[in-house]
């Protein structure tokens, strides 16, 4: 996510922090840069021209050119600046009426996710204690009624769906009547979307939401169309009282233009961001967080509460009782690898821990994790439990089984002999045990 956008920012605050004083020109250089990395990743042209004038105001100073590190200085200025930008967001804003179910719409044009986005979001707020009820309300596209009832399967949530209607609106009072009769915390209405922006399209959708009257009208965006996912977005919200956005696909958007054009040119906050196909890919939007993660500066935070929600607590009690009395098996580092597999792709991970940065274009080998895998699944149960003892004719059959070479596997005792000093140390500690091990 804003790989491209995190690079060349990178690259142009190396010139600022390397240096031990910065002139005015040397500033006004790297806003001239900054603009135009912002205007390569889509941002739009007024949001790009106003965030550059307000940290060339804040950045050329007497005060700040002569403070012993300038170039961390402005740095913290493109801070504050896209924190600005990107504004508040998260999902603070939907309330609980006491004495009736919440409604959330989605709107959306089809094949911004919004079915999936719909499906993502109950099991985001099941997570979160609440009894939630989706509403099938998309009668135009062939079989979005049965996608919304596989999903609603998958993540054991009802759907209130009627194959033979025809009035969307009749549906959508048929639906919020159940969920308040039936004691539902929350009920999340998928509607009908279209190609195109037209009449037609945001008639049905006004209708529908007169209907519901919700607490929160959610628009899914593409994330990956930047700024065409802006200019439907003011379509929108001109029609629409939109009080937030959901910004799908976001772990295929290098560049980052949609969402740092949103808030200012619409007026409303992102809430949501879908950052994969699964139903558990959806994260609420932190502004303070993206900025960081932009920066290359890390999110500690988002990592660990993913940690948390996805993570096997039981497993990982058990573990740290293993860990206590030094007996991590070669089948509990299998278990630790399936488990760190749950949190996303390696490389995504990395790029949230503060101070690690992977080069451009460079990438972890989920190959080589998979490779792991297979050896450890061709051993015996004897040799995961006692690695001690495989010898040189079992290290030939391990990678045999596996397709892999005996240097392969190999490689692979050394890095766990490694990983087993280094967790015993944790393990003699009282203290807290590393992230995914406790």
């Known amino acids: 996510m804003f790989d491209e956008l995190t690079t060349k920012l990178a690259g142009v605050f190396r010139k600022l922090t390397g240096r031990g004083k910065l002139s005015e020109q040397d500033v006004r250089d790297a806003v001239r840069e900054i603009r135009r990395v912002l205007l390569e990743a889509d941002v739009n042209l007024a949001v790009a021209r106003d965030l550059c004038k307000r940290v060339e105001e804040r950045a050329v100073g007497t005060e700040l050119l002569q403070s012993l590190a300038p170039g961390q200085q402005v740095v913290k200025i493109v801070f504050d600046e896209l924190l600005s930008v990107l504004g508040g967001g998260g999902q603070a804003g939907l309330q609980f ?7 959330v719409l989605l709107a959306g044009l089809q094949g911004s ?25 998309d009668l135009r596209r062939p079989a979005a009624v049965d996608q919304l009832e596989v999903l609603g399967k998958s993540i054991d949530t009802p759907v209130h769906l009627d194959r033979e209607a025809k ?3 009749a549906l959508a009072e048929k639906a919020r009547a159940r969920a308040d009769r039936e004691g539902f915390d929350l009920l999340i209405a998928d509607t009908a979307g279209r190609l195109h922006v037209d009449e037609e399209l945001m008639a049905e959708v006004a209708r529908v939401h007169e209907a519901l009257a919700p607490q929160e009208t959610l628009l899914v965006l593409d994330g990956m169309t930047g700024q065409d996912a802006v200019q439907i977005a003011e379509a929108f919200t001109k029609r629409l009282p939109v009080s937030g956005f959901v910004l799908t696909k976001m772990d295929g958007d290098a560049r980052g233009g949609a969402a740092l054009s949103l808030r200012a040119v619409c007026g409303a906050p992102i809430r949501y961001l879908g950052v994969g196909e699964k139903v558990d890919a959806l994260e609420p939007f932190h502004a303070d967080r993206l900025a960081s993660r932009i920066l290359g500066m890390g999110d500690v935070l988002t990592l660990v509460e993913r940690a948390q929600e996805r993570l096997d607590h039981t497993k990982a009690e058990a573990l740290e009782k293993k860990l206590r009395k030094e007996r991590f098996t070669l089948e509990d580092f299998l278990g630790q690898l399936q488990e760190m597999k749950k949190l996303g792709p390696m490389d995504e991970l990395l790029k949230m821990l503060p101070g690690v940065k992977l080069p451009p274009g460079a990438a972890v080998d989920e190959k080589e994790l998979r490779r792991t895998e297979a050896i450890i699944q061709s051993m015996t149960r004897e040799e995961r439990t ?32 490694q990983a087993r000093e280094m967790l015993k140390r944790f393990g003699g500690k009282r203290g807290r045990l590393p992230l995914g091990m406790r």
């Not at 009426?97 to 409604?103: I, K, L, Q, T, W």
């Not at 006692?386 to 040189?392: F, T, Y």
């Not at 059959?397 to 892999?404: D, E, F, K, P, V």
């Open 97 to 103: 009426p006491s004495n009736r179910a919440a409604v």
């Open 386 to 417: 006692k690695p001690q003892v495989i010898d040189g004719s079992r290290r030939k059959r391990i990678a045999r089984g596996s397709g892999t070479t005996v240097q392969d596997v190999n490689r692979l005792l050394r890095q766990f002999e």
């Open 113 to 137: 996710g919004k079915t999936t986005s719909a499906a993502k979001l109950a099991r985001f707020w099941k997570g979160r204690g609440k009894r939630v009820l989706l509403a099938a309300l």
């Open 167 to 169: 009035d969307p609106v």
